[in-house]
């Protein structure tokens, strides 16, 4: 049972970049999943969620409209991608679910650096 993220970078602003997570384990197309960032000296923040379907999403107004949230049930593996992107968007970016315990479930996050 694991989360595995990957496509963290150093880009430019105004840059694009696509996280991608994989997932292992897990009833995939069942569960919620979750990507969120951590800075240093600040809390960790969730960026976007997306339900089981794909359907429907949400996302933290610091990046409504720059970050779209996707999901690939077939293939178990959840994405973000982030455009128009801003210094404040550094971080270490992980993606998240629960267990069927209804624990959470963390990936080991995959760190994104936005700097010109």
């Known amino acids: 049972v694991q989360l595995v993220e990957s496509g963290g970078d150093l880009v430019q602003p105004g840059e694009s970049l696509r996280l991608s997570c994989a997932a292992s384990?897990?009833?995939?197309?069942?569960?919620?999943m979750s990507w969120y960032r951590q800075t240093p000296g600040k809390e960790r923040e969730l960026v976007a969620f997306?339900?089981?379907?794909?359907?429907?999403?949400n996302y933290a107004d610091s990046v409504k409209g720059r970050f779209t949230i996707s999901r690939d049930n077939a293939k178990n593996m959840a994405y973000l991608q982030m455009n128009h992107m801003k210094p404040e968007d550094t971080g270490i970016y992980c993606c998240?679910?629960?267990?069927?315990?209804?624990?959470?479930?963390w990936g080991q996050g995959t760190k994104v650096t936005v700097s010109a």
């Open positions: 998240q679910t629960h267990t069927a315990s209804g624990g959470d479930l």
């Open positions: 384990g897990i009833p995939f197309s069942s569960h919620i």
């Open positions: 997306i339900v089981p379907s794909g359907i429907g999403s």
